[in-house]
Every structure is written in structure tokens, then in C-alpha cells.
């Protein structure tokens, strides 16, 4: 399962959808801190503006990080990861890519939407 900070499971994915603003992408392993998500890992990044809550695909809730068409890279690597922040403090959730992508400092990056998703209890 990826990371999610306690504030969302705290105040629902509301907490998602109101204070995700800034997308990584991150290399070398997930990240478990807003530095790690936003500086030492961090090969790219975009502003986002997350979905409103709703019904998940399966059961339970979901947000939606909308597709990225133009993504910052800001250094060479191979990404694996994408980090969800409130762009100044707060990690809120991270997880991994579906495949890696190669990135070229200078570049952008595209990213398909993702969805974060709490299920409902089995």
C-alpha cells in the first residue's frame, strides 16, 4: 500500500483534494518526507489541482491527481515514484509509478491521472 499521511486518514480524502497542490516525481526509492519528496529525490515536479471526492472505482472513496501534459524535470534520472505535497511542508501521499520513466534535465514529463484511493473495510 503507499504512503498516506495520518491528516488524510484523519480528515478523509477531502484533506487530499484541498491541500495537494505540487506533484513529484522522485527517483532512487518512495518518498517518506516533504524533502525527500520535494529536494534530495525529487527529478520533476508540476502544480496540480486535485479532483473532488468521490466514489472509488472498486469501493470506498477516491481523489484524482489529474494527468500531467508538461511536467518540469529538474534532473537527470530514471523516476519511479510520484509524491503528492501541500507545496511547503506536508507530504500527503506518495506511491509508485506504473512503469518508470527515463527523464532529461530541461525536459518534461507526462504522467497519467492517479488516484488515491481509501477501500472500504473488507
Known amino acids: 500500500?503507499?504512503?498516506?499521511?495520518?491528516?488524510?486518514?484523519?480528515?478523509?480524502?477531502?484533506?487530499?483534494?484541498?491541500?495537494g497542490t505540487r506533484l513529484d516525481i522522485c527517483y532512487t526509492s518512495e518518498p517518506t518526507t516533504y524533502a525527500e519528496a520535494t529536494s534530495t529525490k525529487s527529478c520533476g515536479n508540476d502544480t496540480v489541482n486535485t479532483g473532488i471526492t468521490g466514489n472509488g472505482t472498486v469501493d470506498g472513496r477516491k481523489v484524482t491527481i489529474p494527468a500531467i501534459?508538461?511536467?518540469?524535470?529538474?534532473?537527470?534520472?530514471?523516476?519511479?515514484?510520484?509524491?503528492?505535497?501541500?507545496?511547503?511542508s506536508v507530504l500527503?501521499?506518495?506511491g509508485a509509478l506504473s512503469a518508470t520513466q527515463a527523464v532529461t534535465s530541461g525536459n518534461t514529463f507526462t504522467l497519467d491521472a492517479i488516484d488515491i484511493t481509501t477501500r472500504d473495510a473488507a
Open 1 to 19: 500500500m503507499p504512503y498516506i499521511n495520518d491528516e488524510v486518514f484523519d480528515q478523509g480524502l477531502d484533506y487530499a483534494d484541498t491541500n
Open 92 to 94: 500527503i501521499a506518495a
Open 69 to 88: 501534459t508538461a511536467g518540469s524535470v529538474t534532473a537527470t534520472q530514471t523516476a519511479g515514484w510520484w509524491a503528492l505535497t501541500d507545496g511547503t
